[in-house]
């Protein structure tokens, strides 16, 4: 019988990645993992995806093998929440503890420390949210301890009203002004886009510039229990919004634009902007599918102290896009990208992480767990379900199809 300690589950995945490297080369391309009911898992490894998605998927090969993690949820079957303190595969087992959920899965959010590089002390996630305080990862000085609602900040300011620039860029011509009224960086606010999770557990994506006036965003608003901002926007209306020549001739999307400034390395751009976008470099993301599934999905590659191994902003759109997304939304990537399902029998992350067992903690993340009747947070309550707690797990190869 398996104890579920944390050095065995740390050795489960040691285990868990031998194991699937293994499979790679025996050219295994996907592993499918029945979650739980709602929940289904693919880790999908390959260097081509053309092989996978046909000629349509030739932009994505790569000279390097990477991992594709797709997780579709069917949102009627499970709670869906945003939660703080929730950022990491680690946290979600403790989570799913604190709720008496058996099975789950979690994405990391956006992007954050909008202040300065990331550090969690800021309590600043760029962008409006609205999201739950849950501390079931322990107690840390660095974390937020709250609920965060900051979304009547929308109303408080004019489409004009900037903030000054902050300190760290100040002999620089980076911009970093912050635009006060959506709380993302001014220079790309057009490109940034909410993720609303309804009262009754649907969700949707919408574009900044799809709200004409304050009333419009009021009543988005309205029907939001959970917001979260981010972006870019990656698509919308079954089309994509960013191509390879879209980025090519935009230098907001151009790492050299502030290479001498802050270095090699595509993961050190200012938070919230996208001079990553012509780089390789993990990435997550969600979308959403015509019959209203939840997509999380996370590429992650090799990762080096001075290169990221992963995809282009626009690959990346053209993946989601590939993958069934009819709209779609960048989340934070690099070190930050992470993903993770779990049951009673595993936890499965991606291949590649920093480190096994211990990614970047994140405040901010979006879990899908097994309805139970226990509390979400601390000042809220789910509704009682009562549903069948069986779980079904198989590993094999097959043809991708969710």
Known sequence: MFEDTPENRVAALIIQHAIRRYHHRKNLTCNFTKVGKGIISANISMVKPSLLFGDAGVPLDVNKLHEVMVTRVKLSKVSLVLSTNQGTPDALMKHLKDSEASYGAVINGGFYAINGFYHLGTDHPIGLHRFTYNASIGHRKDMIKKDVDNTH??????????????????????????????QTPDSVKEFYGCFRITHNGMVDIGRYTDFANNKAFKKYLTGAEYLLSSGPVLVCDNQVTLTKEDIAKDPRFH???????????PGSVPPGSFYHGDQLNPRSGIGVTANGDLLMVTVKGEEEPAKR????????????????????????GGY???????????????????????????????????????????SQTETKVNIDKTIDKTTRKLKFDL
């Not at 790492?255 to 390395?265: C, E, L, P, R, T």
Request: overall charge positive; some cysteine.
């Open 336 to 378: 930050s990208a992470c993903q993770g399902v779990f049951n009673k029998q595993a936890m499965i992350t991606p291949q590649f992480v920093k480190k096994v067992g211990r990614e970047k903690v994140l405040p901010c993340a979006i879990v899908a767990k097994e309805k139970t009747t226990v509390t979400k947070s601390y």
């Open 309 to 332: 191994d992963g995809m282009t902003l626009d690959q990346f759109a053209l993946l989601m896009k590939l993958l069934g997304s009819k709209t779609a939304l960048n989340l934070d």
């Open 153 to 182: 900040e929308y109303f408080k300011y004019t489409n004009k009203d900037l903030s000054k620039p902050f300190e760290e860029y100040e002999f620089t011509t980076i911009p970093s002004q912050l635009h006060l009224k959506t």
């Open 255 to 265: 790492f050299k634009a502030i290479h001498d400034k802050f270095g090699s390395h």
